[in-house]
């Protein structure tokens, strides 16, 4: 497979997984606002996803599109990582995700409007504006939840203990990361960690919440080796339509 | 119908200030700011367009809009186009489309990041309920004086 091919992949399907597993909360949020923020950040990733599967499509070259990338192909094939799989079990542990997760993109897309891609240094720019709203509204409903109640903080430090783990995967690097910093397309990931780690300190702090000592990171998801047994259950609702009755369009 | 032959940008660019925006009706797509592009040649008119959020529904509608118009006006070749970098701002909203916003309720962005007043009373006495809203652009807030809700434009 192509590098390119490769890591634009990994952009589409981080934004296509975390993007789903957001929407599941449509019409079932613990409040009309959350549930419309939840919304609107759900279509944000998908439109995200449109723009990283469209340029991938292209990339590679096979007559596929976008929609044949998120709908037709099966687990192993998808490069998102393990931590935005994972089921969304309470709002505490979505909340705790879309923070963790933005707080990576926030840097990372930033980096990425620099890159020698023009393609690739537009959708981090038109993603950014997005990505900073959503680490704005993520970051602040950590403090809220995590500096809440007892109950609400013990909810929040029990999703960070089952997420933490998975946060290392992003730091990653293989084969594909290095073709792309050689070409100046993307920075090595791990560059980005102190301002990551900075960003989440501080954030978790104010939450009054504590990060476990173990270094300890789940992997397997970016290179498509080895998903959770939970993006399968994912994909058979996601992709249901398109696997019963292919090409339906309206 | 028209001499496709005589046509004129700034005629097409007249033609697009007709065209609502899907959501929010009292704007154009012209003040909107996404239509970023006009060129009129021997055998074609293309417009280019931006999406506001990359995953807004109303791009589409948006798009045939602007095709059943110009249709409308007698245009047979159009070439439409999106393009996403530069990326949409609200610093392209016109300020005739700031106006019109407020005039129907919705308080337009402003680059402090919180709206002025509240679009109805005028008060400047305002709170934010939710960063999100009825559409990727809009923000719910609300009057501490005349306790109206109300959306507020997001500035991106």
Same mark, same amino acid.
């Given at each position: 497979?192509?590098?390119?091919?490769?890591?634009?992949?990994?952009?589409?399907?981080?934004?296509?997984?975390?993007?789903?597993?957001?929407s599941e909360w449509c019409g079932t949020a613990p409040a009309l606002e959350e /549930?419309?923020?939840?919304?609107?950040?759900?279509?944000?990733?998908? =439109?995200?996803?449109?723009?990283?599967?469209? &340029?991938?499509?292209?990339?590679?070259?096979? =007559?596929?599109?976008?929609? /044949?990338?998120? &709908?037709?192909? /099966?687990?192993?094939?998808?490069?998102?990582?393990?931590?935005?799989?994972?089921?969304?079990?309470?709002?505490?542990?979505?909340?705790?995700?879309?923070?963790?997760?933005?707080?990576?993109?926030?840097?990372? $897309?930033?980096?990425?409007?620099?890159?020698?891609?023009?393609?690739?240094?537009?959708?981090?720019?038109?993603?950014?504006?997005?990505?900073?709203?959503?680490?704005?509204?993520?970051?602040?409903?950590?403090?809220? $939840? =995590?500096?809440?109640?007892?109950?609400?903080?013990?909810?929040?430090?029990?999703? $960070?203990?089952?997420?933490?783990? &998975?946060?290392?995967?992003?730091?990653?690097? /293989?084969?594909?990361?290095?073709?792309?910093?050689?070409?100046?397309?993307?920075?090595?990931?791990?560059?980005?960690?102190?301002?990551?780690?900075?960003?989440?300190?501080?954030?978790?702090?104010?939450?009054?919440?504590?990060?476990?000592?173990?270094?300890?990171?789940?992997?397997? =998801?970016?290179?498509?080796?080895?998903?959770?047994?939970?993006?399968?259950?994912?994909?058979?609702?996601?992709?249901?339509?398109?696997?019963?009755?292919?090409?339906?369009?309206? | 119908?028209?001499?496709?032959?005589?046509?004129?940008?700034?005629?097409?660019?007249?033609?697009?200030?007709?065209?609502?925006?899907?959501?929010?009706?009292?704007?154009?797509?012209?003040? !909107?700011?996404?239509?970023?592009?006009?060129?009129?040649?021997?055998?074609?008119?293309?417009?280019?367009?931006?999406?506001?959020?990359?995953?807004?529904?109303?791009?589409?509608?948006?798009?045939?809009?602007?095709?059943?118009? !110009?249709?409308?006006?007698?245009?047979?070749?159009?070439?439409?186009?999106?393009?996403?970098?530069?990326?949409?701002?609200?610093?392209?909203?016109?300020?005739?489309?700031?106006?019109?916003?407020?005039?129907?309720?919705?308080?337009?962005?402003?680059?402090?990041?919180?709206?002025?007043?509240?679009? !109805?009373?005028?008060?400047?006495?305002?709170?934010?309920?939710?960063?999100?809203?009825?559409?990727?652009?809009?923000?719910?807030?609300?009057?501490?004086?005349?306790?109206?809700?109300?959306?507020?434009?997001?500035?991106?």
């Open positions: 497979m192509k590098p390119l091919f490769e890591f634009l992949l990994r952009q589409g399907d981080n934004a296509l997984v975390l993007g789903h597993r957001t /549930d419309i923020a939840l919304a609107n950040t759900a279509l944000d990733l998908i =439109g995200q996803t449109q723009l990283w599967l469209g &340029y991938a499509a292209e990339v590679e070259g096979a =007559g596929r599109s976008a929609d /044949d990338l998120a &709908y037709l192909r /099966d687990v192993y094939d998808f490069r998102n990582i393990l931590m935005l799989e994972v089921p969304n079990e309470d709002f505490g542990r979505t909340v705790m995700r879309q923070f963790l997760f933005d707080a990576f993109q926030v840097p990372w $897309l930033t980096a990425l409007c620099e890159s020698a891609d023009e393609h690739i240094a537009a959708i981090a720019a038109k993603s950014l504006k997005e990505a900073l709203y959503h680490l704005e509204r993520s970051a602040e409903t950590v403090v809220a $939840l =995590g500096d809440g109640t007892d109950d609400s903080n013990k909810r929040m430090q029990s999703a $960070l203990d089952v997420l933490w783990p &998975y946060t290392g995967e992003h730091f990653l690097q /293989d084969d594909v990361d290095n073709t792309m910093f050689k070409a100046k397309i993307a920075p090595l990931p791990v560059s980005l960690k102190p301002e990551w780690e900075s960003t989440v300190r501080s954030t978790l702090n104010d939450a009054n919440l504590k990060i476990t000592d173990s270094t300890f990171a789940h992997s397997g =998801g970016r290179t498509g080796f080895r998903h959770t047994e939970h993006l399968g259950h994912m994909l058979a609702t996601m992709q249901v339509l398109q696997r019963s009755y292919p090409g339906a369009t309206w | 119908m028209v001499d496709e032959s005589q046509l004129k940008e700034s005629q097409v660019w007249a033609w697009l200030e007709s065209v609502p925006d899907p959501e929010i009706p009292v704007i154009s797509v012209v003040d !909107l700011g996404v239509v970023r592009e006009v060129t009129v040649n021997a055998d074609k008119v293309t417009v280019t367009i931006t999406p506001t959020y990359s995953g807004c529904p109303a791009m589409s509608v948006i798009a045939t809009d602007i095709e059943a118009e !110009l249709k409308k006006q007698g245009v047979t070749s159009l070439e439409l186009n999106t393009k996403i970098a530069p990326p949409w701002t609200t610093d392209w909203l016109s300020e005739k489309g700031r106006a019109l916003l407020e005039e129907y309720g919705i308080a337009p962005p402003r680059a402090a990041g919180t709206p002025e007043h509240c679009p !109805l009373c005028k008060s400047g006495s305002v709170e934010k309920v939710s960063q999100f809203g009825s559409t990727p652009c809009k923000a719910q807030w609300r009057c501490l004086d005349c306790l109206e809700p109300f959306d507020y434009f997001k500035c991106i």
